[in-house]
């Protein structure tokens, strides 16, 4: 399994972007994922997960109203959209996999569910 993350970048405050990830040599329609990001000197963090079908979502508080989850099965692609971006929003984000296939529940929340990782995509907010 290998995920590649792209789509970041410097955008200035309240701008948007759309990240992506594809998924190569995965079956990747029946996994829920994730999203992640981790500032400098800090823990990284979840930031959204959505299962397999696109129907339940789950999103940290901080990203509530701002951030959305979608993905495309056929192009084995996860996408997080940030809207009216935020200097704490700078971060290197990560999509992220878990081992198992299965329905989204509070575990998706946690980054020890998943076992794969993308290599990170750098979001850099300016004021």
């Known amino acids: 399994v290998q995920l590649q993350a792209s789509g970041g970048g410097l955008v200035q405050v309240g701008g948007s972007l759309r990240l992506s990830c594809v998924a190569y040599r995965d079956t990747f329609s029946r996994y829920t994922m994730g999203w992640f990001r981790q500032a400098p000197g800090k823990e990284r963090e979840f930031v959204a997960a959505l299962n397999w079908s696109g129907s339940s979502m789950y999103y940290a508080d901080s990203g509530k109203g701002r951030f959305t989850i979608s993905r495309d099965n056929a192009k084995k692609t996860v996408y997080l959209q940030i809207n009216n971006l935020k200097p704490e929003d700078t971060a290197v984000y990560y999509c992220?996999?878990?081992?198992?296939?299965?329905?989204?529940?509070?575990?998706?929340?946690?980054?020890?569910?998943?076992?794969?990782w993308g290599q990170g995509t750098q979001v850099t907010v300016s004021s």
């Open positions: 992220a996999r878990p081992l198992m296939a299965g329905s989204i529940s509070w575990c998706s929340l946690m980054k020890y569910e998943y076992v794969y």
